[in-house]
């Protein structure tokens, strides 16, 4: 059953049910035909023992009793398989015609107590290989002797009947079990065709061709859902291709630099002989390149990280008004040098690993900072807010254009030149700080409006 086809799997449970369902009703139908049968059986013995019994109710002498064999003959000529004994009082056969044996069983009832024996208990069984069916009765004569009357129906040709019926029936189930399959078979992959179609097409689309998009309309509704959910990972797929390749060239980008620096700079050193101080500032120089190179390196494995869910942060209580305090401190010489104010609002504590919501907190800082005009504040503040905390960092400075918001957390993207970091990393900040702040299961907004540009963190208790 595991390597049928859903076709095959469908039409064999098409043929299971039909051919249960068939078997039931043929059961019954048995059922019924068989009462049918026993119920004219009764209906024709009863009658038989009706007619006798008004014979022996108008026997009122030994002259009439002599008589009644004789008008018994006449009455049963025709009745071709209908056999009748009576015996008497004493159980000897007063009458018997040819056809049956009568079963002993039959007949003690009715010998034993007379009076209880005025309706007969229908009775089936078999002699020689011929089934009867058959029922006795107590009678009184009208002169009020007793006697035993037991009639008898040959209902062989019943049971030839329902052996017959029987097998029609079986044949008719196996038929229509055999019909209802191919008729499933045809039916459902008339009904599959739209999945086939699907299939078509999904096999068709390709890395070079995730654009592609399954038909919303026209499809049968239960594989509207279907089309609609293959289609939206169409288009996580394509954004994330295309994200994997600017980024693949952001790096390439990012990595070029530093490394015809080096180059450059080590073809100048060589090109001539020099002194010992103008090769230890060849050599600074080179560290320079080379510190920015492992801080990408580094920053592009903690990204790695945080891909594959290996950020697992700690649940300490984090003071985060004294980490933002610590902060300041660590950047107030550089802010002072761009004419740049830091300030704090509120406070606030929140499970979780120090050093990664510093590193968050610093990358936010930093940002704000390098962005804000001299003369400036970047302000910092600190809520709680039921079972949440948020953290806003708010600088003043040029609007950033609404459609660059939702990439701002993207590896490696720029606004435009005007916002680049010269010299001041490789463009990954924003993307651990959202990392970070995944992993502590919160959430990162950014807005710009009004000259002013706001990155809230919201956090849960």
């Known amino acids: 059953m595991k390597n049928l086809s859903l076709t095959a799997r469908i039409s064999l449970l098409f043929a299971g049910a039909a051919s249960l369902v068939l078997l039931i009703t043929g059961f019954f139908l048995t059922q019924v035909v068989e009462r049918h049968l026993k119920e004219e059986d009764r209906v024709e ?3 038989k023992l009706e007619l006798i019994q008004n014979l022996f109710k108008h026997a009122y002498s030994q002259k009439d009793l002599d008589l009644l064999p004789q008008q018994l003959d006449d009455a049963l000529v025709g009745h071709h398989g209908l056999a009748v004994l009576v015996t008497d009082a004493t159980g000897e056969i007063w009458f018997a015609t040819s056809g049956a044996d009568f079963p002993q069983t039959l007949l003690n009832e009715c010998q034993a107590q007379p009076a209880m024996c005025t309706t007969g208990t229908l009775q089936q069984w078999i002699q020689s290989g011929i089934s009867y069916r058959g029922m006795a009765v107590s009678m009184t004569t009208g002169n009020g002797k007793h006697y035993t009357v037991a009639v008898a129906l040959n209902i062989q040709h019943h049971i030839v009947f329902m052996d017959k019926f029987r097998s029609v029936l079986a044949l008719a189930i196996a038929l229509a079990a055999l019909a209802t399959a191919g008729l499933g078979w045809m039916a459902t992959r008339w009904g599959l065709s739209p999945l086939r179609q ?13 654009a592609d998009r ?3 309309t026209g499809l049968p509704t239960e594989l509207k859902p279907l089309a609609t959910a293959f289609n939206a990972m169409l288009a996580r797929l394509d954004d994330s291709f295309r ?6 060239s952001d790096i390439a980008h990012e990595l070029r630099t530093p490394i015809s620096n080096l180059m450059t700079q080590t073809q100048v050193a060589l090109s001539s002989a020099r002194n010992k101080d103008e090769y230890k500032d060849v050599l600074y120089s ?3 390149e080379y510190e920015r190179m492992a801080q990408m390196v ?3 494995l903690y990204l790695a990280q ?4 290996l950020l697992r942060p700690g649940l300490d209580k984090v003071d985060l008004a004294n980490e933002t305090q610590d902060l300041f401190d660590y950047f107030e010489a550089w802010a002072e040098e761009r004419g740049v104010s830091l300030a704090q609002t509120g406070a606030a504590s929140v499970p979780g690993d120090r050093l990664m919501l510093r590193r968050a907190l610093s990358n936010l800082i930093s940002n704000a900072i390098r962005h804000t005009p001299p003369g400036h504040t970047v302000q910092v503040s600190l809520a709680g807010h039921g079972d949440t905390v948020t953290v806003a960092v708010e600088n003043p400075g040029t609007d950033i254009p609404s459609e660059h918001l939702p990439r701002l957390f993207d590896r490696f993207y720029r606004v435009d030149p005007s916002r680049q970091r010269k010299g001041a990393g490789a463009g990954l900040g924003l993307a651990i700080v959202k990392s970070i702040v995944d992993a502590h299961r919160g959430s990162i907004t950014v807005t710009s409006s009004d000259q002013r540009t706001r990155f809230q963190l919201t956090f849960p208790r």
């Open 243 to 248: 994200r994997l390749s600017e980024f693949s």
């Open 45 to 47: 013995l009863t009658g």
């Open 214 to 216: 399954l038909p919303a």
């Open 298 to 300: 580094g920053d592009m």
């Open 286 to 288: 080179s560290l320079e």
């Open 306 to 309: 945080a891909d594959y869910g």
């Open 198 to 210: 699907v299939t078509h097409m999904v096999a068709g689309i390709s890395a070079e061709r995730l």
